[in-house]
T-cell receptor, first 113, second 110 residues
């Protein structure tokens, strides 16, 4: 089992460019999450999907959109990147949304110039 | 305002001694509390959790204590080992989403 995989690992964008971060899990989990980690801020939830076909906003959703393509895949899209979106992005999945442990991917390091 | 706080950015402990990492939260509606460990350039990995109906949970060398009245939880690692050197995050939430602290960097000195 690969667990949670994320692509790409690194990305550099110019302000205003768009991109999609991909995430897939092979653990048959119902819930999936996108976080960002900034220095001194811990991890902050951007969006989550409690089950296939549903998505909800987290703490910091502005500037992002998500798609739960199927049970395995949950993508994060930046329509018009801004320097404030420079961060490390983590995708996670869990068996259920009620307090279960989350399994994290290795992260995508995004720099917006 | 941060809903989960880890006020100690770093902690150094001798190998074999106890490591105590602390975490405070503000929302009394939080029901679930988790600890994660993170190495550089990797995603966090789950360590141990506790729900609000308990005040202690133990798993091998790791024990988490929850004091609901003080809105405080702590992670005890006994005995500490050099491989425990990492950043530790606590997370708390109602279940459908979690708020993370800023992390404590633990160094275990051989």
């Amino acid at each position: 089992n690969a667990g949670v995989t994320q692509t790409p690992k690194f990305q550099v964008l110019k302000t205003g460019q768009s991109m999609t971060l991909q995430c897939a899990q092979d653990m048959n989990h119902n819930s999936m999450y996108w976080y960002r980690q900034d220095p001194g801020m811990g991890l902050r939830l951007i969006y989550y999907s409690a089950s296939e076909g549903t998505t909800d906003k987290g703490e910091v959703p502005n500037g992002y959109n998500v798609s739960r393509l199927n049970k395995r895949e949950f993508s994060l899209r930046l329509e018009s990147a801004a320097p404030s979106q420079t961060s490390v992005y983590f995708c996670a999945s869990s068996d259920q949304s009620g307090g279960s442990e989350q399994f994290f991917g290795p992260g995508t390091r995004l720099t917006v110039l | 305002d941060q809903q989960v706080k880890q006020n100690s950015p770093s902690l150094s402990v001798q190998e074999g001694r106890i490591s105590i990492l602390n975490c405070d939260y503000t929302n009394s509606m939080f029901d679930y509390f988790l600890w994660y460990k993170k190495y550089p350039a990797e995603g966090p990995t789950f360590l141990i959790s506790i729900s609000s109906i308990k005040d202690k949970n133990e798993d091998g060398r790791f024990t988490v204590f929850l004091n609901k009245s003080a809105k405080h939880l702590s992670l005890h690692i006994v005995p500490s080992q050099p491989g425990d050197s990492a950043v530790y995050f606590c997370a708390a939430g109602p279940g459908n989403q979690f708020y993370f602290g800023t992390g404590t960097s633990l160094t275990v000195i051989p």
